[in-house]
């Protein structure tokens, strides 16, 4: 029986009890400890009963001796404490005295750092102050190793960004990360003023191996300069929505950085060429392809193809490589896609996908583990989805949101993919009733194929 099935007195009676049991037994324990202390104390004749405020001395005497100890604490603690600690709070730390001072200036905690400039006027977040920055770049430009910087959408960030870049001419990177909070910033910066700031660290950090410059106006030039100081060492390189990189420049890293394992990189670029030449055999095997496909310009149609022979060579070099797209485009210009066998593995439409171009990946699309689908048009993708669970056998991971999709045809895909489904995230406008399920009933029948409970996703009201 439920605790909301008894009657409301016998409830508040067995609240009482466990009250007063819980009351009485804590006196008990007290008392208990209390005899125990006096007979310690009255068994002693050498000691004498404490005077009222003897607790208090010594509470104040305790207090004194942990605050000793934390001033006497190694430096490998501290620094361990300190690397745990927001850059203010180790700020405010590093007045407590000389020695936490001189902890502060240890190299080890200044490896890793995030450069956050903002206009006030415009931005959320706080920005780092700029004694603290020429601090940084005077004192403890030699030890950094991982930095990004995070502007916001002024362009004044984004020039200071580069002002700090042209000025790390002593560094040696490995990471290089510029984040656009909002708009992308760096593009409102001179490409001169912007190329030049970053052949800086190209030039001076020769063990760079993970790289992050999403739009931004680095060009072919730059790169090879990113090449020809860093080949051996590049590992990983991001640089989707960059218009003045063309497919010679990615090439060329292709060609030269041959332990290259992540890359990000617009649709326009890619190229048969380059994917070849990932899959050469002294290339390493690449673990991590992104394409983001976003029309060129503003209604764009056409897109090129990439032959089929140029995705088996890659998976035959690389057969473990997760293959991501990211789709942007409008209906009408799916056409030149998943008209033969893509081995992507992860597929996201952001802004729309036609129903026919659905109906294709579920035919040529045998790798794919994860689907999203934003946005579709009023025709239910019953049909599309059907296929999809029949034919890709790897699939995982399902997320539907603003297109339409019958409640049977859902039930029909879970039961299809089975316990394999390991994400499964359906809006609840999503889904439409018919005559065998309602919203009411499907979460039964999913949850039982799943093997787990499971809901249509709700937007919160509020």
């Known amino acids: 029986m439920d605790v909301g099935e008894y009657p409301m007195a016998a409830v508040t009676s067995c609240g009482s009890f466990r009250v007063n049991y819980n009351l009485e037994a804590s006196f008990r324990m007290k008392r208990n400890s209390l005899s125990v202390v006096n007979k310690i104390v009255q068994s002693s004749p050498a000691v004498k009963q404490p005077k009222v405020g ?9 207090m004194h001796t942990v605050l000793l100890d934390w001033g006497s604490l190694p430096h490998h603690v501290v620094l361990r404490i300190f690397q745990y600690l927001p850059l203010i709070d180790r700020a405010r730390a590093s007045s407590v005295c000389r020695k936490w001072n001189e902890v502060f200036h240890i190299p080890d905690l200044w490896r890793k750092f ?10 959320y977040f706080k920005s780092t102050h700029p004694d603290l920055i020429q601090q940084i770049i005077k004192k403890h430009a030699t030890h950094l190793q991982y ?16 002002d700090i870049l042209s000025q790390l001419v ?3 990177l490995q990471t290089l990360g510029l984040i656009s909070t909002a708009k992308p910033s760096f593009m409102n910066v001179s490409k001169s003023h912007f190329v030049s700031a970053l052949t800086v660290v190209f030039v001076n950090s020769k063990s760079l191996s993970s790289i992050k410059i999403e739009d931004t106006p680095v060009d072919d030039p730059s790169l090879k300069i990113l090449v020809a100081n860093n080949s051996d060492t590049l590992r990983l390189l991001k640089m989707s929505s960059c218009p003045h990189v063309s497919s010679d420049g990615i090439l060329c ?32 095997r690449l673990e991590h392809l992104r ?3 976003v029309s060129e310009n503003p209604g764009q149609v056409e897109f090129h193809t990439i032959k089929k022979q140029s995705w088996d060579a890659l998976i035959k070099h690389s057969p473990g490589v997760n293959v991501v797209m990211y789709f942007f485009l ?7 896609f998943f008209r033969e066998e893509t081995p992507v593995t992860n597929l996201y439409f952001g802004r729309s996908v036609s129903k026919a171009a659905l109906g294709r990946i579920g035919l040529n699309c ?34 539907l949101s603003e297109c339409e999709v019958s409640c049977s045809a859902v039930v029909d895909f879970v039961r299809r993919c089975g316990k394999r489904l390991t994400h499964l995230s359906i809006m609840e406008d999503v889904l439409i009733p018919d005559g065998n399920y309602n919203l009411d009933e499907i979460h039964t029948e999913v949850s039982k194929y799943l093997g787990r409970i499971w809901f249509p996703d709700v937007l919160p009201i509020w």
Do not use: M, W
């Open 114 to 123: 995030e450069f956050e400039l903002n206009q006030s006027a415009t931005s």
């Open 330 to 336: 409008y209906e009408e210009e799916f056409e030149a």
């Open 54 to 62: 003897f607790y208090s001395s010594l509470s104040h005497t305790h």
């Open 170 to 172: 002593n560094c040696s």
């Open 366 to 399: 045998p790798r794919l583990i994860e689907l999203v689908v934003c946005a579709n048009g009023l025709q239910t993708l019953d049909d599309e989805l059907i296929c999809i669970a029949e034919c890709c056998k790897n699939l995982t991971a399902l997320g």
């Open 147 to 162: 930095i990004s910087f995070k502007v916001d959408s002024s362009t004044e960030s984004a020039e200071a960004a580069c």
């Open 253 to 284: 890293i292709a060609d030269h950085c041959q332990g290259l394992r992540e890359l990000a990189l617009n649709y326009y670029i890619l190229s048969d060429e380059l994917l070849l030449a990932l899959s050469s055999e002294t290339h390493v």
């Open 291 to 293: 394409i983001d496909v």
